[in-house]
């Protein structure tokens, strides 16, 4: 602490010392042609003692923790009289009025040293002090640091995740478009067969030779929506010709205009009727 504290008291020991030799010296030459050379001195040292004095007072006041204006000003005061001395000879000098001009400052500069030093003892602080601010310090630039490096971490995160999400999203919209192209093209081909002229007869003929006196009919399936046929809690009677036939045409001529093929075979089921899609057909083609 004291190493410090002279890095600003030495200053102005030096430059106070500086002035009041000056002073000393310009009051006894100045003065010293007008009147005896001791009473010169006296004046001199008079001014010097005076400053010295009230220097002394404002440290000692500043060591106790207190301060006080008028004794601020006092030290002013006999500051401004030993630049003043100097600065009255230098212009009164017939030779080197500059240089003596030059250093009339120094009396003020010493002043403004004391002031300097005045102001860094009552800021200054214990080491124990400042090692707690520093560690206060490195602490919170450490969290800092670690704060940033989370908030990194957590971004490439993030971004990895999107990436991952957004490359997995692309690959099933690809898997699913291919499919429903696929399937579109299935269903044109299956559409175009279904409408064909010659597709019954044509299945008729394979079938026949191998099923002789029956001449099944052939449907292909049609493109459309499905819907779940309920579960049925008891076996239903297999129905004849004709009651299939009658039930196909009161399901279908139970609204009007009359239902369509879809909508007939789903209320059929619905109403837990059981029959082939082969039966429903052709039971649908004989009433319609």
């Not at 050379?37 to 400053?51: E, H």
């Not at 080491?127 to 450490?142: M, N, S, V």
């Not at 809690?233 to 009007?256: C, M, N």
């Amino acid at each position: 602490m004291r190493a410090k504290n002279a890095k600003t008291v030495l200053p102005a020991v030096a430059m106070t010392a500086v002035s009041m030799v000056l002073t000393l010296a310009v009051v006894t030459m100045w003065l010293g042609s007008a009147m005896p050379w001791l009473v010169a001195l006296i004046v001199g040292l008079g001014i010097d003692g005076g400053w010295l004095a009230t220097l002394a007072y404002e440290r000692r006041l500043a060591a106790q923790g207190d301060h006080s204006r008028t004794v601020t000003a006092v030290g002013w005061c006999f500051g401004a009289i030993a630049a003043g001395v100097l600065v009255a000879h230098a212009l009164t000098a017939e030779a080197s009025s500059g240089a003596w001009l030059a250093v009339a400052w120094l009396p003020i500069a010493a002043k403004a040293l004391w002031l300097v030093h005045g102001m860094w003892e009552r800021t200054a602080l214990t080491p124990t002090a400042l090692d707690a601010i520093r560690g206060i310090q490195q602490e919170a630039r450490d969290e800092a640091a670690v704060a940033r490096a989370r908030l990194r971490a957590e971004a490439a995160t993030e971004t990895t995740r999107l990436t991952a999400v957004t490359q997995a999203g692309a690959s099933v919209a690809r898997v699913q478009a291919k499919t429903a192209q696929s399937l579109s093209r299935a269903w044109s081909t299956l559409e175009t067969a279904r409408q064909g002229e010659d597709t019954g007869r044509a299945l008729t003929s394979v079938t026949r030779p191998v099923t002789p006196g029956v001449t099944p009919t052939w449907e292909l399936p049609v493109w459309g929506r499905s819907e779940p046929v309920p579960a049925l809690g008891w076996a239903a009677p297999a129905l004849t010709d004709v009651e299939l036939e009658g039930l196909v045409d009161e399901i279908r001529t139970s609204e009007t205009p009359a239902l369509s093929y879809r909508e007939m075979a789903m209320r059929f089921r619905a109403a837990g009727h059981s029959a082939s899609e082969v039966r429903l057909r052709a039971a649908w083609k004989r009433v319609a």
